[in-house]
């Protein structure tokens, strides 16, 4: 399965609708001066889902060597690929502090 289908794999089981790939977005974000992500997201058009009509998905390593996958939907305020990231390092940020 190659990344892309991998990707629409974990939409389809997150949000339960399928989808087409419309673009891949580069994305490097700082933080005081460092670099906290820097990656690929990919764009994904969606079909039938109630509330969002795009859905933005990459996979990343986890310390443990397993493959995690995020799709986070284009729903105020997320409305770009860079909105997806930091909400995404929000929330890891805020998992991080509650272990």
Do not use: C
């Amino acid at each position: 399965m190659s990344y892309i289908e991998e990707l629409k794999a974990t939409i389809h089981r997150l949000h339960g609708v399928k989808a087409t790939h419309v673009e891949s977005v580069p994305i490097k974000e700082a933080f005081q001066g460092q670099t906290v992500w820097d990656g690929i997201v990919e764009v994904f058009e969606l079909h039938g889902h109630p509330k969002a009509n795009r859905a933005y998905a990459w996979g990343h390593d986890t310390d443990d060597g397993k493959r995690r996958h995020l799709a986070i939907l284009h729903v105020p305020p997320i409305v770009s690929p860079l909105d997806a990231v930091r909400a995404a390092i929000i929330q890891e940020m805020q998992a991080s502090e509650e272990a």
